[in-house]
């Protein structure tokens, strides 16, 4: 069974730092992997899907990787802004499965 | 931009009522879905519906659930009789038969008293 985790759980950085967030699931076999945005008490924001075909994706402000064999993705966040203050879901799919969402990582920019 | 719509944004229901929670997918789309976010936990998928039938479901989908297409622009999902630990956001999801990549409505949060 697919499981999928965040870290850091939550993150506080000054505005103009680029960081990472990160993304692990246990099973590797996955089709594709997608970034979402959630603001407090609001839906989600789709921010980048990746196929397992291919290593990274990128909009914007935002890259996107991903390391199936490790079983990780990344999201590259550059220059931080307070409005990216938000918590980061990643979703994961596997072959014949739905998604399998992960606890996401809490942003807070400070300006 | 076309987005998904939900409708409504809060609802208050008493243990052992039936709710529908409505939902407007994007209108080029063919698979919808439902999820739903307890406070403080993870979203979990709950069904996923394609060609008017459903194509997956998870455990949390049992006999009180049920989803419907009643028209060419709404999709719904029914709670027959409701618990206290039906009490969660709810949100909607669709895609295009071309691309994987789901885009969700603003969700509905359910409360049940």
């Known amino acids: 069974k697919q499981e999928v985790t965040q870290i850091p759980a939550a993150l506080s950085v000054p505005e103009g730092e680029n960081l990472v967030l990160n993304c692990s699931f246990t099973?590797?076999?996955?089709?594709?992997l997608q970034w979402f945005r959630q603001d407090p008490g609001k839906g989600l924001t789709s921010l980048l899907l990746?196929?397992?075909?291919?290593r990274e994706q990128t909009s914007g402000r935002l890259n996107a990787s991903l390391d199936k064999s490790s079983g990780r993705s990344t999201l590259y966040i550059a220059a931080s802004q307070p409005g990216d203050s938000a918590t980061y879901l990643c979703?994961?799919?596997?072959?014949?499965?739905?998604?399998?969402f992960g606890p996401g990582t809490r942003l807070s920019v400070l300006p | 931009e076309p987005e998904v719509t939900q409708t409504p944004s809060h609802q208050v229901t008493q243990m052992g009522q039936e709710v529908i929670l409505r939902c407007v997918p994007i209108?080029?789309?063919?698979?919808f879905y439902w999820y739903r976010q307890i406070l403080g936990q993870k979203v979990e998928f709950l069904v996923s519906?394609?060609?008017?039938?459903?194509?997956?479901k998870s455990e949390i989908f049992d006999d009180q659930f049920s989803v419907e297409r009643p028209d060419g622009s709404n999709f719904t999902l029914k709670i027959r009789s409701t618990k206290l630990e039906d009490s969660a956001m709810y949100f909607c999801?669709?895609?295009?038969?071309?691309?994987?990549?789901?885009?969700f409505g603003p969700g509905t949060r359910l409360t049940v008293t």
């Open positions: 999801a669709s895609r295009t038969a071309s691309s994987y990549e789901q885009y």
């Open positions: 519906f394609y060609n008017n039938e459903i194509s997956e």
């Open positions: 979703a994961v799919r596997n072959y014949g499965q739905n998604f399998v």
């Open positions: 099973d590797s076999a996955i089709y594709n």
């Open positions: 990746i196929q397992s075909s291919q």
């Open positions: 209108s080029n789309h063919l698979y």
